[in-house]
């Protein structure tokens, strides 16, 4: 089993900046990709950035340029910097990796964390 821990949510004015963290634990023997998506009200939930275990990236249009994913494999860990944040970017950020288990290979899910950009 494979839990996944985000942190670093809240609130922020428009062209604010924040930094999401998520770290998992538990039978892991690889964690492959790792990424970020997020859901705002009313919308199905989107990509939001991509990291390989190689350290390719891969950005949702609307956030590049702004959104900066890393990662640190040896703390299992994945960061999603958020800067000059705009009210559109509100949603739940949701952690996501492609782990591999001494059963399987499986898509493993954070419980999210709340972004609300707002004046």
């Known amino acids: 089993q494979v839990q996944l821990v985000e942190s670093g949510g809240g609130l922020v004015q428009p062209g604010g900046s924040l930094r999401l963290s998520c770290a998992a634990s538990?039978?892991?023997?690889?964690?492959?990709?790792m990424g970020w998506y997020r859901q705002a009200p009313g919308k199905q939930r989107e990509l939001v950035a991509t990291?390989?275990?190689?350290?390719?990236?891969n950005y949702a249009d609307s956030v590049k340029g702004r959104f900066a994913i890393s990662r640190d494999s040896a703390k299992n860990t994945v960061y999603l910097q958020m800067n000059s944040l705009k009210p559109e970017d509100t949603a739940i950020y949701y952690c996501?990796?492609?782990?591999?288990?001494?059963?399987?290979?499986?898509?493993?899910w954070g419980q999210g964390t709340q972004v609300t950009v707002s004046s």
């Open positions: 996501n990796t492609r782990t591999r288990t001494a059963w399987d290979v499986n898509d493993y």
């Open positions: 538990g039978s892991i023997l690889r964690i492959y990709t």
């Open positions: 990291i390989t275990s190689s350290g390719s990236t």
